[in-house]
T-cell receptor
């Protein structure tokens, strides 16, 4: 089976722009979670999607949004980019929701905001 | 105070040494995850455990639910084990993970 894929892998944007990141989960996986990793804050949870519905959201401003499609693919969007949004954005998929499901991580999208 | 505390933050070892990384958490959890992150960012799940002990090759993970503590052991360490090791917990519902700050392990030949 192919692993979790994320596109694009690298992205450079300027302040004020918006960006859309894409995540394709492992075939058959229905749950997708997004995480932000920065040197200062480490890994932080952004959102969790299951069956096209956002099930959980981390402590991030409303500029961060996402969605999940019927094929379980997910996108996240960041509007009005700020310098502090520069980070590695990781998505992870699991077969089902729940704390006992192993999560499989994608390679990440490295976003640089200038 | 972080909900997940890892120690040490940095660890340098010689090839062949036995390595232990510790993780303490302050809340009730459903499962504890050990993850490995290599330079470049990719994260690999090593273990998910909710009780006892698990072993994969040279890696062993243990958890003590009453003491809210988990350890990751690497036997006969090798330079290819050099990576950041991260512990994380999952809560009673959903798939959300809360992470520790990670332990940077360097194994010298």
């Amino acid at each position: 089976k192919a692993g979790v894929t994320q596109t694009p892998r690298y992205l450079i944007k300027t302040r004020g722009q918006q960006v859309t990141l894409s995540c394709s989960p492992i075939s058959g996986h229905r749950s997708v979670s997004w995480y932000q990793q920065t040197p200062g804050q480490g890994l932080q949870f952004l959102f969790e999607y299951f069956s096209e519905t956002q099930r959980n959201k981390g402590n991030f401003p409303g500029r961060f949004s996402g969605r999940q499609f019927s094929n379980s693919r997910s996108e996240m969007n960041v509007s009005t980019l700020e310098l502090g949004d520069s980070a590695l954005y990781l998505c992870a998929s699991s077969f089902d929701r729940g704390p006992y499901n192993e999560q499989f991580f994608g390679p990440g999208t490295r976003l640089t905001v200038l | 105070k972080n909900e997940v505390e890892q120690s040490p933050q940095n660890l340098t070892a010689q090839e062949g040494e036995f390595i232990t990384i510790n993780c303490s958490y302050s809340v009730g959890i459903s499962a504890l995850h050990w993850l490995q992150q290599h330079p470049g960012g990719g994260i690999v799940s090593l273990f998910m455990l909710s009780s006892g002990k698990k072993k994969h090759g040279r890696l062993i993970a243990t958890i003590n639910i009453q003491e809210k503590h988990s350890s990751l052991h690497i036997t006969a360490s090798h330079p290819r084990d050099s990576a950041v090791y991260i512990c994380a917990y999952s809560e009673t519902s959903g798939s959300r993970l809360t992470f520790g700050e990670g332990t940077q392990l360097t194994v010298n030949p």
